[in-house]
């Protein structure tokens, strides 16, 4: 990982982090070399505007949400990481061997991520405003705000098994049962 690798990273933590997340020695080198890369000003934390210049990201339509999530739920101050991201990342590694997952890979901590794209108010809950500013930030001009209104209601209204006119974390998972989240919210790091 190079000499300045070192001082960003002991070899306790590196025992540590592959212990808690599951990567190899090899998997946990690469991915500090691409956090390097994406540290432009070598400061040791990457920044909203260091994760915009991913491309994946800044084309995505849920690329800026996606950077609020990680800024806001898994870094401090506007800022993340390495260990932060390391543990961010490893949740989208593969789980379906069972040695292979750690509390940071289940079904649950993957549904819990995707679940936070939408409550981005820490409620425990997606609200009718909040399913509309996804659905708009996914559909963009293409389609009209009533149609979208539309949409949100209809989900809400299928979805809503207490009544409270929003989706708990519980009802998110009920719909997503038959869904291989493992399949579907998984990188494959290289080893």
């Known amino acids: 990982m190079g000499s300045n690798a070192s001082i960003m990273l002991q070899q306790e933590d590196l025992q540590n982090i592959c212990q808690q997340t599951g990567f190899t020695v090899k998997q946990v080198q690469r991915l500090y070399s691409r956090f390097k ?18 491309p994946e990201v800044n084309i995505n339509p849920l690329g800026e949400r996606l950077i609020d999530v990680i800024m806001d739920d898994y ?12 543990f961010l ?12 997952i750690t509390e940071y890979n289940t079904r649950e901590s993957k549904l ?5 794209m939408y409550d981005r108010n820490h409620d425990l809950k997606i609200d ?21 209104a539309t949409i949100a209601d ?6 809503d ?7 708990t974390f519980e009802e998110f998972c009920k719909t ?5 989240a493992d399949e579907k919210m998984s990188m494959k790091f290289l080893s």
């Open 176 to 180: 997503l049962e038959r869904i291989d």
């Open 154 to 159: 209809h989900t809400i209204g299928e979805l």
């Open 89 to 100: 990342l490893a949740k989208f590694r593969q789980g379906k061997i069972k040695s292979l």
């Open 37 to 54: 890369a994406l540290d432009k000003r070598d400061c040791g934390y990457l920044t909203r505007e260091d994760l915009q210049c991913i």
């Open 75 to 86: 870094g401090e101050h506007n800022k993340i990481n390495f260990k932060q991201f390391i």
């Open 112 to 116: 819990r991520f995707l679940f936070d």
């Open 128 to 148: 009718r405003s909040e399913l509309l500013d996804v659905l708009k930030m996914m559909v963009g001009g293409n389609i009209h705000d009533d149609q979208i």
């Open 161 to 167: 098994k207490d009544g409270d006119r929003s989706i």
